[in-house]
């Protein structure tokens, strides 16, 4: 403090014969090397926060990198088990999807690890025993699966299997280790370079502070507060923190700094956003993925094992007529199911590609809700079907195709999850230009918590464990029919008193003998 007083009168002295002016600037231009100082140390604090952000991005993106890699192997593993076990050809698709998507996961891991050469030799030893065990061990012992099913069960090829995965999954851990440990030393000796930089900085100003008294108190209002609010918000980021923001006031320069400092935490509460959000992704792909593995193993294997079956024992048994056109009928009804299981993933595709087409012509819902409703209703025995139309029709513009297959839908729906016995009310009324359509049931209602994914591709709630067929696409495809209509779609239901679904279209004012021409809308 003594040595900043000592510069201050020196100034002072040298302009004692100078104009105010002079001697104005001469204590300026001390105080401004005071300022550039803290200005300085408080630049260096950012900079090494923004080096310790940076090396936090790249180390979760590699813990990304290496989790996604864990998880394919993970997957390539169960799917190897589970086509040695079952020798089933669709899951090869899987494993064929995994190690594409694996040969690309550990390439984007490499060029992570390109500035940390132990981590990189880790990375390309992890890549060489991944390729190993596609190559050395899956691939041939799915060969071998496919010509002798006991050899690769047997203890030597699970063995080698344990063994290999093992290996690959000690490189990850290690992998994941080593950058850990290198993050740690990287955030700790930021940690310290940062505060370090932070106390010489707040030194700087507490002499700045001083002479700046001595000069005039109001400038320091002017500039040593928002140099604080600089230096406090520093540290809060630091720490974790990346919500301070600084107002942009004061001179020109620290105007500057303020405007970059909110800049750059903007940045980073961004990428932090953007790292959390693909965390979210990863979590919601996984789950997707494990629901379809669900359906698919559930819904395609149990048709499939009941045709094999009845179809083995027509092949291997003398049969009677009655006997054999019962298991005929069973082929059928199971080929049925499975060719309904076929269709409703490729509507999936549909929804995905946002390519349902249709072709629009004037038609009567009432229509297509009788013909429905008598389908439905032939079935003996099973529900008490009602249905309340006008005798004048219901007119809209539409594909009839499409709103015949939504119809279908939601009878289907409401036939599936009601009791035998019990009632479906099947309603349609036109009002103020709409026409509405409802379709109710008595049976067990949606629970609350499963109500706002009614409409999710593959969402089935509780109807698998309650043994009810289906793959959970009937009403996400419905919703995108009826909404390509101009329409909207819902439902409402209480648990234990069943559900009604609806949907609305726009009613055609026309007369009934009127029919335009065919369209196509996308």
């Known amino acids: 403090m003594g040595r900043v ?148 069960l047997s203890p030597v090829a699970t063995s080698e299997g344990v063994l290999r995965i093992g290996q690959v999954r000690t490189e990850l851990t290690r992998l994941l280790a080593g950058e850990d440990e290198i993050a740690a030393q990287s955030a700790s000796s930021a940690r310290d370079r940062a505060d370090e930089a932070v106390a010489a900085a707040a030194a700087a100003l507490v002499a700045t502070a001083l002479a700046l008294a001595f000069v005039y108190v109001s400038f320091v209002r002017a500039v040593a507060r928002p140099v604080r609010d600089v230096a406090s918000a520093a540290t809060r980021i630091a720490a974790g923190d990346l919500s301070p923001r600084i107002p942009p006031t004061g001179p020109l320069d620290i105007r500057k ?79 049925r199911r499975l060719q309904g299981v076929v269709d409703a993933f490729l509507s999936s595709g549909e929804i995905d590609s946002a390519r349902v087409v249709l072709n629009l012509t004037r038609l009567d819902l009432a229509t297509i809700l009788r013909e429905e409703a008598q389908l439905a209703a032939a079935d003996p025995g099973t529900h ?49 230009g709409i026409v509405r359509v409802a379709i109710s049931d008595e049976g067990a209602g949606i629970r609350h918590e499963h109500q706002p994914r009614v409409f999710t591709k593959f969402f089935r709630g509780d109807a698998f464990e309650s043994g009810v067929p289906g793959v959970g696409l009937g009403l996400a495809l419905s919703r995108e029919i009826v909404e390509a209509h101009g329409g909207r779609i819902g439902f409402s239901s209480e648990e234990g008193r069943g559900s009604t679904f609806w949907f609305e279209l726009n009613a055609d004012a026309g007369r009934a003998d009127e029919t335009p021409a065919a369209t196509q809308r996308n």
């Open 5 to 152: 007083r000592g510069k201050l009168r020196t100034a002072t002295d040298a302009a004692a014969g100078a104009p105010i002016v002079v001697r104005i600037m001469a204590l300026f231009g001390v105080v401004a090397v005071l300022l550039a100082v803290a200005f300085a140390f408080v630049l260096v604090a950012l900079t090494d926060l923004r080096s310790a952000t940076d090396e936090q991005v790249r180390a979760r993106r590699v813990t990304t990198a290496t989790i996604r890699v864990e998880q394919l192997v993970g997957s390539l593993e169960q799917t190897l088990r589970n086509f040695i076990l079952t020798r089933n050809s669709q899951i090869l698709r899987s494993w064929n999807r995994d190690r594409a998507q694996l040969a690309v996961a550990t390439r984007k891991l490499q060029p992570l690890l390109a500035a940390q050469p132990a981590l990189a030799a880790q990375a390309d030893a992890l890549a060489a025993d991944t390729d190993s065990y596609i190559t050395d061990y899956g691939t041939p012992l799915i060969a071998i699966a496919k010509e002798n099913p006991a050899a690769a």
């Open 257 to 335: 700094l303020n405007v970059a400092f909110n800049t750059m935490a903007t940045s980073l509460a961004r990428e932090r956003r953007r790292l959390e959000a693909q965390n979210e992704e990863l979590r919601q792909s996984e789950r997707a993925k494990t629901e379809l593995i669900t359906i698919v193993s559930h819904e395609i294997r149990t048709p499939l094992s009941s045709i094999l079956g009845y179809a083995r024992l027509m092949l291997t048994r003398t049969l009677d007529h009655t006997t054999r056109t019962k298991y005929a009928g069973v082929i059928d009804e199971q080929g």
């Open 384 to 432: 008490d079907l009602v249905i309340d139309v006008p005798a004048e029709g219901l007119y809209v513009v539409g594909d009839a195709g499409r709103l015949t297959q939504v119809v279908s839908n939601l009878l289907t729906n409401a036939a599936k999850y009601s009791p035998a016995g019990s009632r479906i009310s099947v309603s349609g009324f036109r009002e103020d």
